[in-house]
Every structure is written in C-alpha cells, then in structure tokens.
C-alpha cells in the first residue's frame, strides 16, 4: 500500500519526496529516525549499497522522519478507504483487537524495524481519525517487519546476503532474475560475481538453476523465517487466526483487483488468489495468519 497505491505516492510527492525510490527509501525507513544509508542498508538487507546511498540521507532534508510516519499512515488508510468496499474495511477494523494482541506478542529482541514500528503503532496510529483504517495499516505494517527482520537473521545464518538471496529467490520462487536485479540496484558485474560463487558453493547450477542444495537451503531458510515469526500469533487459537487471516485476506484481495500491484514483482508477491497456499515459492508473501507453521508475510 505505502509504495505503489496511487494515494501514497501522491502523498509522498506532496511531502517533497520526488521519484519512487527516495519515497520507498525514506518512507520505510522513518520510524528508525534520521539514520544514515548504511543503517539503511543494513536494516533493508537486500539493496546495492549506492542506490541507498542516492537517496538517504538527502530525504530527510525534505521531510523529517516523524512527519513522515504520519504522512504515510494517513496516505495508506486512504488509500485503504477507497480501494476496499465498505464491507471489506469493516471486517479489516473489526480484525483491530486481534491486530493487536499480535503485535503486543512480537519479540523485538535484534528486530531494528519492528521495533521502531511498534513504539510509533500506539502513539500516532491510533491519533489518525481515519476510522481505524490507519491503525491496522500500522499493526499490520509491524507484523511485516517483524516477519521481514526474522527473515535477515535466518538469511545470515545462511551465510546468504542480499545479493544471494535475489539470486536464490530467482532460482526457486520463478521471479525472473532481472527484475530483482534491476530493482535493486546490483549491477551486472556483481550479479555474476555472486552467481558464480553460489555455484563454486553448491547452491546453483552454473546456468543459474537450484541445485538440491540450493532448494533446501532454501527450504531451511523459509522454515527459519517461520518459526521466528511464530512468537506474534502463538497467543491466538486456530479460530481467532482464521478470523484474522480472513479479514487480511479480504482486503488484500480487492487491493489486488484494483491493479495496485503488479505481477510478477520484486518481493515475490503471488496474486491474492493464491494467499495461504501451502506452496513454498508463496510463503514468504502472504498472510502469517493463515495457519501456525508454516507462517507467511503480510503485503506491506
């Protein structure tokens, strides 16, 4: 919602953030303060440390960072307002005490951006006067970090940095390798420098393919990724899971209709008509509440 809704790009635009990237950057990165590109870098895991660098920290000249926060809740939840039916907003809300239970149950313990997005979750999300809408924007949007900053530590266990991961997500997932290439700023030099050395690993076949290896490495990771992830929804029993997948689910799939997305894209997100499938290649793009283990992520 935050990067590719036509509302929050306009907002972003508004705040003085002009071209998709420095929005992207900065809006993702503004509950962590004024930090500069390499705690960026860091944090994110997966972008060319230059094309961080272009727009961070040059954002913050344009907006501080608390200002922003408040610009892109209140550009989401609209956003949320006209892309969802009246229905599908009031299953979402009424999915509110649930949201957060889960968000209270998240372990931040090394989870820079879950943390920084559950301090802001009360204290601004909940001043919006947005219906609510800007609210679950937030609680979901922490559920995602967390997810997402579980997912770095599991790919460093792996000895797998960002580069590797793009090129083992196109290996196993079916994104085509240039778009994650592209998207992320590595040139083609490096790609090939870190493609050769996952083959010299036993990760790929040379002509870039998974090797057994590489799918259960892969498979290894995603597992990881799950069990870390379990700690927000442990408290809920099965039906309070499903009531929550469902209201998630219910939007998602109107967003989906409405075009905002597009597929294939970078963070391996499937339509929203396959969400909560037990495939692999969509666990770490749909919702974790559709069951326990394995988990899978919240759309940002």
């Known amino acids: 919602m935050t990067y590719f809704a036509p509302e929050c790009r306009t907002a972003l ?46 954002c913050w000249d344009a907006v501080p960072p608390a200002t922003l926060c408040r610009v892109r809740a209140i550009a989401a939840a609209e956003a949320l307002g006209e892309l969802c039916s009246t229905e599908a907003r009031s299953v979402l ?111 790929l076949h040379a002509d870039g393919r998974a090797s057994d290896s590489g799918r259960t490495l892969h498979a290894e990771v995603e597992a990881l990724t799950d069990r870390l992830a379990e700690p927000a929804t442990a408290g809920l029993s099965d039906g309070a899971l499903a009531e929550l997948h469902g209201a998630l689910l219910a939007c998602a799939t109107e967003v989906a209709a409405a075009g905002v997305i597009r597929y294939p894209n970078p963070m391996g997100l499937p339509p929203a008509s396959m969400a909560g499938s037990s495939s692999i290649d969509e666990k770490s793009t749909a919702s974790p509440m559709a069951r326990r283990s394995p988990g899978v992520t919240p759309p940002a």
């Not at 609510?132 to 937030?138: D, F, I, M, S």
């Not at 922490?142 to 266990?157: F, K, P, Q, S």
């Open 13 to 58: 635009r508004e705040a003085g953030l002009h071209g998709f990237w420095p929005g992207y950057f900065a809006a993702r990165a503004a509950p962590m303060g004024p930090v500069g590109a390499a705690v960026v870098t860091a944090a994110f895991s997966n972008f060319e440390p230059a094309m961080v660098a272009r727009a961070v920290p040059a």
């Open 93 to 203: 809300v009424g999915a509110l005490p649930l949201l957060r239970r889960a968000v209270d149950a998240c372990d931040t313990e090394g989870r820079v951006l879950a943390a920084a997005n559950r301090t802001l979750w009360p204290s601004i999300a909940t001043a919006l006067g947005t219906g609510g809408l800007g609210e679950a924007w937030q609680a979901c949007t922490v559920l995602r970090e967390h997810r997402g900053d579980g997912h770095v530590a599991a790919l460093v266990c792996a000895g797998l940095g960002g580069i590797e991961a793009h090129l083992l997500a196109a290996a196993t997932k079916g994104i085509p390798a240039e778009v994650l290439r592209e998207s992320r700023g590595w040139s083609l030099e490096s790609w090939e420098a870190a493609r050769a050395a996952l083959t010299t690993r036993g990760v």
